[in-house]
Nanobody
Framework: VQLVESGGGLVQPGGSLRLSCAAS????????MSWYRQAPGKERDLVAR????????NYADSVKGRFTISRDNAKNTVYLQMNSLKPEDTAVYYC?????????WGQGTQVTVSS
């Protein structure tokens, strides 16, 4: 099982980034996919979640209206489009896959929002 995040980096406030998480080793289309983030000295928090078929999403209040989660089950990939980025969005972003008792994590990708 692998979840490989990409797309992180340094961006100025107000900028955009698109994170990707490529999955392999399990039946991706069965899994609820989520993005979490963890800032230094803080707990890992849920950012966004999407159901297995992509029909339902939910977001942390802090990112509503700015971030969009999506998935392509044909490509076994989940995305996080991040717009209007703020310094407080700086964190390591993790991809998560969950189905019944299975719970998988990626290694994380750093997002830094700074001028």
């Amino acid at each position: 099982v692998q979840l490989v995040e990409s797309g992180g980096g340094l961006v100025q406030p107000g900028g955009s980034l698109r994170l990707s998480c490529a999955a392999s080793g399990f039946t991706f289309s069965r899994y609820v996919m989520s993005w979490y983030r963890q800032a230094p000295g803080k707990e890992r928090d849920l950012v966004a979640r999407i159901t297995s078929g992509g029909g339902s999403t939910n977001y942390a209040d802090s990112v509503k209206g700015r971030f969009t989660i999506s998935r392509d089950n044909a490509k076994n990939t989940v995305y996080l489009q991040m717009n209007s980025l703020k310094p407080e969005d700086t964190a390591v972003y993790y991809c998560n896959a969950r189905f019944l008792a299975a719970d998988y994590w990626g290694q994380g990708t750093q997002v830094t929002v700074s001028s």
